[in-house]
């Protein structure tokens, strides 16, 4: 089979069992704020899906990351919190640990997250330290043969759910990033608890609560990146602001789909909406944006392969996406009417997810400034 006969194969695959199995569980999700059970990841695991892009030694595919930012968008454009549960094995933490990590980390952890019997939930953000990341305060003081470990985590998606956290904190004195490294922490270790649930505008489904951390030991093993290599853990969260890209890139698809379906069905004054020469110009409009988010988020896609994707184009493809989705959903809530507000035709529910995937993993506004300083191979001290 051709490289791009597997790769339209799983997506059809990937399609049909997001449309059979999570579709139709979407909507109460969202109302209920209830993540995908246990039972329904454990599937997602046995078909393969949790382990598309890392190693075969490990149970994974060995699959480059066109082919698993393809399931996830048809994951996403009917039940972004099963699709969050493809996005965070393949694309989130657990490829730190793959890229990073040692053979004994990645044979001790990788395994249970592909099988699906353990997830892997990233801890980066805190109360004071959003977009200025390096502000961060949450310390790992060295004691005997590991680290004790104390601050809060913010707005952390799976907090209280996911079985095992990558978080960043300071594992030395030095300022800035020199100081920044990561360990993996586990639930059920004395001094980790957690604040209650978020309720977030969006992200309903995806958990979302603090992760506080009060004396809690972690020994040697579980240090993953050690202080001064913020720049590589950075390097390959490129990967998960991929695949955030491509959660973005769903919703504008899906938002498109519904809206192309609605304004030939819909009639006003007589004739189907689509007769509007208004409706055909926004129409044209929302695909236009649609198709260059795509092609942003492909190339960087197509040049990462099994690695690293560049981080220009990876900031080109996110800033892209991420406001695609939001303005394409709204154009769709405008051409729905009154019914795009309803929680009937879930398009107000796309438009809510949308907000949510551009300010994960960095706003558009810090992609900007992130493009200005990859272009031109200079960094701005935001400070003075």
């Known amino acids: ?183 993996v922490v586990e639930k059920g270790m004395p001094g980790l608890s957690f604040g209650p649930p978020e309720r977030l505008m969006g992200f309903r489904g995806i958990p979302s609560a603090d992760v506080i951390l009060d004396g809690v030991r972690v020994p040697d093993e579980n240090v993953v990146v050690p202080a001064g290599d913020f720049g590589k853990l950075f390097g390959v969260f490129s990967i998960e602001r991929l695949g955030n890209s491509t959660m973005s890139l769903a919703i504008g698809q899906a938002a498109l789909d519904a809206t192309r379906a609605y304004v030939q069905q819909r009639e006003q004054f007589g004739k189907p909406l689509v007769e509007f020469q208004t409706v055909q110009v926004t129409l044209a409009d929302m695909l236009l944006q649609v198709e260059s988010a795509r092609l942003l988020v492909d190339r960087a896609a197509a040049g990462a392969g099994t690695g690293l994707p560049d981080p220009l184009h990876t900031s080109l493809a996110k800033c892209a996406a991420n406001e695609m989705a939001k303005r394409v959903t709204d154009l769709a809530m405008q051409l729905h009417g009154g019914n795009g507000y309803t929680e009937e035709y879930g398009i107000e529910r796309l438009h809510r997810d949308a907000h949510g995937w551009a300010i994960a993993g960095g706003t558009p506004t810090m992609q900007r400034i992130r493009i200005v300083s990859e272009l031109l191979g200079r960094r701005f001290d935001q400070r003075r």
């Open 1 to 183: 089979m051709t490289a791009l006969a597997d790769h339209r194969e799983i997506r059809e695959l990937a399609a049909k069992v997001a449309a059979e199995m999570f579709e139709p569980l979407a909507a109460e999700m969202d109302l209920a704020r209830t993540p995908v059970p246990a039972a329904r990841r454990a599937v997602l695991g046995d078909l393969g899906f949790l382990g598309i892009a890392l190693p075969e030694r490990y149970g994974g595919s060995g699959a480059p990351l066109p082919q698993v930012l393809a399931v996830i968008e048809e994951f996403a454009k009917v039940c972004r919190p099963a699709a969050f549960q493809i996005f965070e094995a393949n694309t989130g933490p657990a490829q730190v640990v793959n890229h990073l990590g040692t053979e004994e980390q990645r044979a001790r952890w990788l395994p249970a997250i592909v099988r699906g019997e353990k997830t892997m939930a990233v801890a980066i953000s805190e109360p004071d330290a959003g977009s200025a990341a390096t502000d961060m305060r949450t310390r790992a003081e060295r004691v005997g043969g590991g680290y004790i470990v104390d601050g809060v985590k913010r707005w952390i998606s799976n907090g209280g759910e996911a079985d095992q956290y990558l978080l960043y904190c300071r594992l030395s004195d030095a300022p800035g990033a020199k100081g920044i490294g990561a360990v």
